[in-house]
């Protein structure tokens, strides 16, 4: 297994200098006490924690994975003395209120941490990250008194939580959920049902775990608008808020997967166990969201830390393994081969990997700020555009980092040849751990579906018009990122940029005219569309980059000019060899739906 070494550096490049987010953090209550000194040493602690304590578990979760033991789901060894080590550093509460426990600091902050456990080890990352999901609904829409219960054993981490949402009879179509809740006398419900696919729905790792369900009441309304939210604890909280009685919540068994064997998917029963409704009644599915597009920019993340991984194996791989000599001549003589990296095919793969992991991590970041005004701003207008902002960015980065992040896995792997086919390197690992990303929290199809069909048809693409006009004001000069002082050198960068984000409006304006023609315009697009404007998004990063590069590089930064010039090489690779996929995938979505619904459902095979 790759040695994971926390790419500080580049963290910090983004986070410090191209987006400015002491500056951002100046427009937050919470942000005041994010200090650099502060910042500082949170990344330097979470770099330690993840380097020396969570990658050395990646390779033992994998290969022990969990086991089901009387109903009581154990974890692969060293998962809980590692979760002990992070409550203790108060690692959970970070970006939460400090009313309930937390310290009060940014969002955004919080996800450089998440950052670093995800790469380090992804499986065990499942556990405290499926609780921040469940402590930003309890949050958002939890009464005083479920905050004082739940949201403080959430915030310190002596409970944990989950999402409960998918059911052996759906996915996707929630409108199909039969959960049931039935009203008690004393304002509480009996919960009963079965749901699937429920990662860290038990482990051993506290002595409780907090379920937020999707259920539906008697005399609900059918489809997606009879559906609400409740809080269903494993144990009943008892007088003084510790572990209680048994709830009747039961693992049913552990799914045996193809990766992330680490983190526990489980079938959970609910046999009659108390639930506390949380939200209005029958707006369960509003509720949630702020749980989805949590849990969705956390896979976006995956996508974003499978390709840091994996880049960091395969290139130290590259700079040791011998094969052959250079086509343009020996570049180590008194070897009896050169290294690999000399060879421009695994350079192309390395590069893609570092292009797909540093600009991965910019939208991050990015998509980061706006959520800080989800959670700590008084401002309505500023909450509810950083919201719309962020609902347009959401799929983007969960569908589009995920299929960037396995190829790069996948890449990783090839540059190892045969040897990244075997266990013990490690590599393998990895693209079976990221397989999940693209299906759980939304399929790259339904992504697309919700960025196409909902966010440029249904609302009328206001948000993406927003960061259209945002790509169109940097290619004119005028960002807040960087100067747009001394150009030239971006002349062809900004050029294609420009002309991408004009063909990338008539492209929207297009299919909302042919869907007003055929609905089915917008599945056959709606795909290509996401990786299209996925690409077009990262070009708008990776342009960023290369600028802030350039002005580092003008104003004397000697020190780093390696790290600079690096930036700047890596931003030519992605403009002349990644973003033109942009155009394989603009001649798809204009084909038309005809070349994907004439043929018959029968005359797809012959027996």
Known sequence: MPEYKTPLRDMKFVFNELLQTQEHYKNIPAGEEATPD?????????????????????????????????????????FKAAYDQFVAGGWQGMSHPVEYGGQGLPLSLGVLKSEMISTANWSWGMYPGLSMGAMNTVYLHGSEEQKQIYLTKLTEGAWTGSMCLTEPQCGTDLGQVKTKADANEDGSYTITGTKIFISAGDHDLTDNIVHIVLARLPDAPKGTRGISLFIVPKFLPDAQGNTGEFNNVNVGSLEDKMGIKGSSTCVMNFDGAKGFLIGPPNKGLECMFTFMNTARIGTGLQGCAAAELSFQGALAYAKDRLSMRSLSGKKAPDKIADPIIVHPDVRRMLLTQKAFAEGGRAMIYYAAHKADFLIDSSDEKAHDRADDDLGFLTPIIKAFLTETGYEAANLGMQVFGGHGYIKEWGMEQIVRDTRISMLYEGTTGIQALDLLGRKILLDKGAAFRRFSKELSQYCKGKSSFVSGKKRGKMKDMISELTWLNRQWNYVALRLVFNAMRNKDEVGSASVDFLMYSGYIVMGYFWAMMAEKAYEQLANGAEDDKDFYRAKIQTAEFYFARILPRTKTHYAAMMSGSKNLMQIEDEHFAFA
Not at 38 to 56: C, N
């Open 38 to 78: 502060m910042v500082d040493a949170i990344l330097e602690e979470s770099a330690k924690f993840s380097e020396e304590v969570l990658s050395p578990l990646n390779q033992v979760g994998d290969k022990e994975g969990c086991k089901l033991v009387d109903g009581q789901v154990i974890t692969p060894t060293g």
